[in-house]
């Protein structure tokens, strides 16, 4: 069974920083792709940013020019740095482990930023 375990939310005010990372206890280059999700209340989940196997990133629109995705293939972490961050931003934020067969899944991190 593949664990995820993210850790580096909390409360920040609009336009501050935070740093998620995600430690993978495979390592993350068996995957086609590691990911960012989050949900926020009464929402669905929807993708923030993904890393693809051949090193491809996609962020979500509203992220873009914002937040950064990386990798550390010898640690397997997945890190994603959030900057200058907005009260939409308000979140729990999932780690993601895609396969064609399916999908590992953290237990998530919230994220709440202040106005």
């Known amino acids: 069974q593949v664990s995820l375990v993210e850790s580096g939310g909390g409360l920040v005010q609009a336009g501050g920083s935070l740093r998620l990372s995600c430690l993978v206890s495979e390592n993350i280059a068996n995957f086609n792709a590691m990911a960012w999700h989050r949900q926020a209340p009464g929402m669905q989940r929807e993708l923030v940013a993904s890393?693809?196997?051949?090193?491809?990133?996609d962020l979500g629109e509203s992220v873009k020019g914002r937040f950064t995705i990386s990798r550390d293939t010898a640690k397997n972490t997945i890190d994603l740095v959030m900057n200058n961050l907005k009260p939409e931003d308000t979140a729990v934020y999932y780690c993601?482990?895609?396969?064609?067969?399916?999908?590992?899944w953290g237990q998530g991190t919230q994220v709440t930023v202040s106005s």
């Open positions: 890393m693809h196997v051949g090193g491809r990133i």
């Open positions: 993601a482990a895609h396969l064609l067969s399916g999908t590992y």
